[in-house]
């Protein structure tokens, strides 16, 4: 045992003092640091929008302004609820929503804005806490520069409006200028065609040079809908505050799951996010199971090409070589594994933007799911069965150059489980998932994306049992390959050679 | 096994069809440097990685230090193998602090001991150098002193002169000298017969995986006829009646001195050479050379294993 913890010793402080395995270790941190930070800072610091809206109708400007307002006080609210997360006194549960739903958003307008909420939420806060900063909005009306004629027609509009929309000419805004975002041109009859569901793509018109950002249009498209809808009512004779007293009404249906102990058997929000947290796993175990076989393979591979297993052999037995391996780079993947979970869990309370509300309880629901300690069981035999294959494969290479002709294939089979996570999380006890849990070279990532979904337990004992005698097998033939082929160089052995070796029929 | 560190008893190697040791006896005993002769190929390798249990003989037995595999004795035993290598991203220091820790001696000890004995061997300043960083032959004294930073009882240097420059090679000398003296046994291959002439007490000559010699270098040099090389201008049959001669082999034209020829005189057994000296002048054989140096270790390998694998090795 001595000699197994010396050479796991020496792997993990080589290991540790290169620059991969800092590098490995610091990425995922630093990119969630730079995300969150960066996400906070753009959420606050991105720049208003500018956007046109050139409505011959008259039907629809009012409206639209209303639904980007709307939209406004929205986040305003958001940015609220992070404010109240991060200043309010310990024990302190305000009385408002500040979910930011569609209710809560109403009662908010109903109820004054930001400056009452404010009122209210000022006797519960810490008394250093910083004043609140109100994000600014993100899309802002602005009127035609002044050289284009309103009443032209809409092409002519459009032609002079196209500089502005491409960036080459700029409009005048607070004494600035910036570019303008978006165009909004509405033909005179665009109501009329719109209500008797007749409208072309020419009666209302978006211009943008930018197709991703969709909350404007979006917002944009409330409020035509919006307006549509109302003078629909009208010209039906509907009542316009009874229909919308009647369209604020929502069905609630409780999502209960019987997996749950009695009493907590609702599903939250922060359950359903949950559900989806193992695809997250799989995909961690992927990266530090293939990072960590890296290791594996390149420090064998280094023990062979350098000579270094002959001196090795006459110290210790094949075995110790293996398990010390074995043992010293688990212990690096672990260590990095463990650092981008603690980090990942640390990241993620400390996260404030959108969704920050219902993360707390999610990653609490992650802790109590159990699917850590699932995670730690597939790392450690996916881990053991991935590093039988690659130990093998290191031991049979003469050099670098040709693992990486072999790792090829292995990188091939290793890319099932990403390709397929998406599809297990969604029907964890499918056809599919079922046939994966089956493949030992993909019991591990199947079972994790399983987890969360309660798979049968003889499912789950069987699959364990299965990864134990996967592991078993092919760390005992890695031994055997290990044995003869560390002293081996030249030609690499045929297939059947080495399955001569790992059934012990050998004259080495 | 009191005073003997290693005993084979006709240990077989096959690989496949192919036998690679044949049946090889042998006893090494405590306190000597023993040099282990052998043209390539012809087993020395292989019999190593047996004594060291890396291989398992055919058939056979080996006992190291009283111990049935050298598993059971390694803090006691030390190797460096013909093919040399070393991790090249650590340094020098903490290499040999590793390979002795990997030999029973604590971390602590293995750290002061590699620092101590890379100074005593002029490799002071590159304690923290990383081997990658290290000469070929600075990284193969590392490589010895892995081997020794254990103080083993028995130690085996397999071809531990091959890629280093004459002053190391004096380095290793005094190094494999200082071990015997200490106590330890060393076994040592090389192909270089002057080192084995200088530091051997006994002889293991293999050839093609059998042992045909086993012996001291005196021995050695005794398996092959004593010879006198002459030069003359005259002919030599006068020679030929002589007790003492037991073949007489001209070699042609001498190129060094025109108009004379070279002659080979073998001598039957261990017998003098004062008897031709003596036909020379009586018989008024004028003499150009006469040349009656005793036979090198060179000249008794070159003998013993023969001139086919002698061109094979220099092939």
Redesign the interface.
Known sequence: MR?TL??AL?EFE?NA??KGFWIGLFTLPLIMAIGISVSGLLARAEPSRYFVVVDKSGAFAAPIEHSIAWAHQRSVLQALGGYARENLRAGQRPEIDLSANQTAVETFIAAGGKDAYLARLRPMLRENAPKFKEPSRAFVRVDLPKEIDADGSTEAILAELKPYLIGDRRIAVDGGDARLFAALLIEPGAADEAMRGAAGEAAIQYWSTNLTVDNLPDAIHGGLNYEIRRRLYVARGVDVATVREIEATRVRVGAFDPGKAEGTETVSTADRIARYVPVGFVYLLWISIFTVMQMLLHNTI?EK????A????????PNEIMMGKLLGVAAIGLTMVGTWLVTAFTGLQLYQGAGAEVIGPALDAVAASGLIPMFLLCFLLGYLIYAGLFLSAGALCNDLKEAQNLQGPIMLIMMVPLFTMVFINRDPHGTLATILTWIPLYTPFTMMNRAAADPPLVELIGATLLMIATALLLLWSAGRILRIAM?RTGNRPKFAEVVQWIRGRT?? | MNGQVLELENVTK???NFTAVHGVSLTIPRGSIYGFLGPNGAGKTTTI?MI?D??KP?SGRITILGASS??NV?PR?G???E????????TAAATVA??A???GLSRKAAKQRAHELLERYGLGEFVDAKIQALSKGMSQKV?VI??VAHEPEFVVLDEPFSGLDPVNQQVLEKLIRDLAQRGSTVLFSTHVMQHAERLCDHLLLIVKGRKIFDGTVAGAKGTIPRRVLISTESSIGPLAGLDSVAEIKPLGESPTKPGTKDWEIRLRGQTSAQAILERCFQSGIVLRRFDHSEPSLHDAFVALVGAESLAKEQA
């Open positions: 000699y010396l050479i020496r080589e003092k290169t280094e090409s350098n000579r270094i002959e001196v090795l052999l006459s110290s210790v037995t002293l004259d080495a | 096959r690989f496949g990685r060291f890396i291989i055919t050298a598993l390694r035993i190797y460096l193998p093919e040399k290598g070393l991790y090249k991203a650590m590793y390979f820790s990997l030999k490589q892995c081997a």
